[in-house]
């Protein structure tokens, strides 16, 4: 069997062009891209080609409960690079209610035959809170609560990830006065799964560790909250491209005013990146081109991944100020007033600094949706300061 230069299965490789239509080289840049996000060492990307093009694809059985299926959605509306076929090209989804064509019985006999062809070794990704409230009747598929489905389909689980705010902590169904006591995956289990929050959540962050259970057999590093730690161990505001702008004291007072249209921080107007953990900055989010995550759009990032800021926090109040580390760039002694830190900026102090974020600019340019580092962003080619805007304190 031949081999290529990435010591990836060269035949699985052609079967995989084949399968997805895509090149040989967008595939191994997509390896390089998910190896890049997780910080992996050098060849971990040939043994994430070797893995996806050769290995069996793991069983998926993917549980939707209290939600609005965004997480889905994000999942399989992505285009770089075709991202909805690499996802279900390396998962063999044998569950999944929004996907399926057939409904009823017959879904249901799918879903126990996968997990009983594959007891002990299926993935089960669950999407949506468990309403818990008066034995969890506010939530029922095929005549099984979702508690019950929960209990059930985890007890044979290789590994449970949970996918979107809704399924890690409660999200938007928990809000107060929660009246059908949504709950997160872990409390309903009573312990600790893999989370991969945001609302909705960024579908590299969820294939990336995926990929990492296919490649290494084993779930990423995860925090005490059971987030991959390559993703959700720093703030957003650690990483923001406006964060010179809050350094500098300049700050956008009013939607539209003269700071918001020059890309000046959002603090003022309730940015939650301050007390969020999340790695939305570097690794971008959606396919609307280059700066296409929250604060680069000119909203203040609402805090979507973060338990006790999103959905609990009014998305106008000052965020409190976390920031215990220094940020990935400052602005220079003479800055050209307005202007942010680049991605390139970005970059290079990440990357000085050992920080993943470097790599993940390098994964968001490899994969398209950054054609120019630090050029043509919106919020990063203002020139003067907005009259107001001056230096005040946050
Ligand atoms: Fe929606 Fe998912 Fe938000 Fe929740 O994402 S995008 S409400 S996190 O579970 O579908
Ligand atoms: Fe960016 Fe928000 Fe921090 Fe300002 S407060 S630097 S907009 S994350
Ligand atoms: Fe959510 Fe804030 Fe990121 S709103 S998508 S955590 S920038």
Do not use: D, R
């Given at each position: 069997m031949s081999r290529n230069e990435h010591g990836g299965n060269g035949d699985g490789i052609a079967?995989?062009?084949?399968r997805l239509g895509i090149s040989r080289r967008s595939f191994l840049q997509f390896c390089t891209a998910m190896a890049a996000t997780m910080g992996l060492p050098k060849g971990a990307d040939a043994a994430i080609a070797s893995a996806v093009a050769s290995k069996k694809r793991p069983s998926v059985i993917w549980l939707h409960f209290q939600e609005c299926t965004g997480c889905t959605e994000s999942m399989l509306r992505a285009e770089h690079p075709t991202l909805e076929k690499l996802i279900l090209d390396v998962i063999s989804l044998d569950y999944h209610e929004t996907l399926f064509a057939a409904a009823g019985h017959q879904v249901e006999a799918a879903r126990k035959a996968a997990m009983?062809?594959?007891?002990?070794k299926y993935l089960l990704v669950v999407e949506g809170a468990i309403p818990t409230k008066d034995n969890g009747v506010y939530c029922k598929i095929g005549g099984q609560t979702?508690?019950?489905l929960l209990k059930e389909c985890a007890a044979d689980a290789a590994a449970v990830i949970a996918i979107g705010s809704c399924a890690s902590w409660g999200g938007m169904p928990s809000t107060g006065p929660n009246p059908t006591g949504a709950s997160s995956v872990s409390d309903v289990l009573g312990k600790t799964v893999a989370t991969i929050p945001g609302c909705p959540p960024n579908p590299y962050n969820f294939l990336s560790t995926v990929v990492h259970f296919l490649t290494f057999g084993k779930l990423p590093e995860l925090d005490g909250k059971g987030r991959p730690k390559f993703a959700y161990s720093r703030l957003v505001h650690d990483n923001c491209e406006r964060r010179a702008h809050f350094d500098a004291g300049r700050f956008a007072m009013e939607f539209g005013d003269e700071g918001h249209r020059k890309g000046y921080c959002l603090y003022k107007l309730g940015c939650?990146?301050?007390?969020?953990?999340?790695?939305c900055p570097t690794i971008l989010f959606g396919d609307v081109g280059c700066a296409s995550w929250p604060v680069a759009t000119g909203h203040p990032c609402i805090g979507c991944t973060e338990q006790g800021v999103g959905f609990a926090k009014p998305i106008h109040a000052l965020a409190e100020l976390k920031n215990t580390v220094p940020p990935v760039s400052y602005p220079r002694v003479s800055e050209e007033r307005g202007k942010?830190?680049?991605l390139g900026a970005v970059a290079v102090v990440a990357a000085a600094g050992g920080a993943v974020a470097g790599s993940v600019v390098t994964m968001a340019k490899n994969l398209g949706k950054c054609p120019s580092a630090g050029g043509g962003c919106p919020s990063q080619s203002a020139d003067k300061p907005a009259a107001g805007s001056e230096r005040k304190e946050p």
């Open positions: 079967a995989v062009e084949k009983a062809a594959n007891k002990g979702a508690l019950e939650k990146g301050p007390e969020t953990y999340s790695n942010g830190a680049s």
